[in-house]
C-alpha cells in the first residue's frame, strides 16, 4: 500500500513524495531512461524530417523507458516526445510521437548534428503544453504554449532568458543562467529530502501556490530514482513561472496529507467520462481518464502483465 510522506516546502513548491514498500513492487524489471542511453550512446534518436516524428534505436541491452514530455536537443529543431513509449532492447528503428519545441530554425546548430539530438536532460515543465499536446495534439497550440512559459520566466527571473541564436528554443530557455540560478535555489532544498526517504519512493505529488499540479508515479522506486532529477527540475521551472512576487515570500499552506490522498487516488475528478484507450507499437498502451479539473494518464508495457501500470501521470488543468 502506498503512503505518503510529510510536504517538504520551498517557496512556492511542495512535494509529497509516495512510497511503498519493496514486496509491494509492481515490476521488477529494470529500465534504461532516455537521458543516460543517448549520453552513453546506447540509444539513438535520428531526425526524420518530420516534425512530428522521430525514430528511436535501442542498441542496449536493456529496455527503454521514455517518458512523454521528454525533450530532446538537436537535430533539425528541438522536440519534446508525445507519449510515453517502450522501447525493447536491440530494437532496431521505432517511429516516436514528437512535438517541436523550438521554432523557425531547420538548420544544424552551432556543433551539434542535424541528424540526430545529442541531450534529453529535461521534461516539459509546463501543463499547459503537456496537455496540449496530449489531448488536442496541436503543433501549434504547443508552440504557443512555449512561447507563453517564456515570457512567463522572463517576467519571474526578471532578466532575458532566451537564447540570442535559437531565442525560440525551450530547452536553451532551460539551459539560460537566470532559469538555472533560479533552479538551484529550489532543489538545495527538495533534493535532500529525497535522500531521506530515498529506497522505497516511487513517486512524488506537487502543489504550486498551494495547489494540487500534478504527480507522476512508477512502477518501482528504481525507475522514479533515474528520473527524479528531471521531475524535480520540471516542477521547479513551473513553478517559478507562477511565482507570486518575489521568491523569498512566505509559502502557502499546503493541503492536508488526506486531501493529497484524496486527489491522487481519485481516479479523477468529478464528471469523468470513460477511460480512452491508444496502443503504440512494438509495447506500449496508454489509458486516458479525463476529468473536469484533472486528467490521469496511465502507461503499460504490453510485454509484462498489462494490468499494473508502469508509469501513472496526474496533470491539473
Known sequence: MASLSQPVGVHNLTAWFISSPPEAARHTRDYAVLEETIAAETAVLHETGNVNELLIENKGDLDL?????????????????????IVPAKSGKIPLPAFCVEQARWHRRRDESDKHFSTAKDFL???????????????????????????????????????????TSLQLTYESEGVTCAVEDYTAALNPALSEAAGSVVGVVWAINGVPSHADQYA??????????????????????????????????????????????????????????????????????????????????????????????????
Open 125 to 167: 515543465a509546463s501543463k499547459k503544453a503537456r496537455l496540449a499536446m496530449r489531448f488536442s495534439k496541436s503543433q501549434a497550440e504547443v508552440w504557443d504554449s512555449v512561447a507563453d512559459e517564456q515570457e512567463q520566466l522572463v517576467k519571474a527571473v526578471q532578466k532575458e532568458i532566451r537564447d540570442a541564436e535559437s531565442p
Open 220 to 317: 518501482s522506486a528504481q525507475l522514479f530514482a533515474k528520473l527524479w532529477r528531471k521531475l524535480l527540475r520540471a516542477a521547479t521551472i513551473e513553478a517559478i513561472g507562477q511565482r507570486r512576487g518575489q521568491a523569498s515570500d512566505v509559502p502557502p499552506e499546503p493541503p492536508s496529507i488526506g486531501a493529497i490522498g484524496e486527489w491522487l487516488d481519485s481516479q479523477v475528478a468529478a464528471g469523468s467520462t470513460h477511460a480512452e484507450e491508444e496502443r503504440l507499437l512494438p509495447r506500449t498502451r496508454i489509458r486516458t481518464h479525463r476529468g473536469t479539473s484533472h486528467h490521469r494518464f496511465e502507461a503499460f508495457d504490453t510485454n509484462l502483465d498489462d494490468i499494473s501500470p508502469l508509469h501513472v501521470a496526474v496533470l491539473a488543468e
Open 65 to 85: 523507458f521514455i517518458q512523454a514530455g521528454d525533450i530532446v536537443k538537436g537535430g533539425r529543431q528541438d522536440r519534446t516526445i508525445g507519449a510515453d513509449f
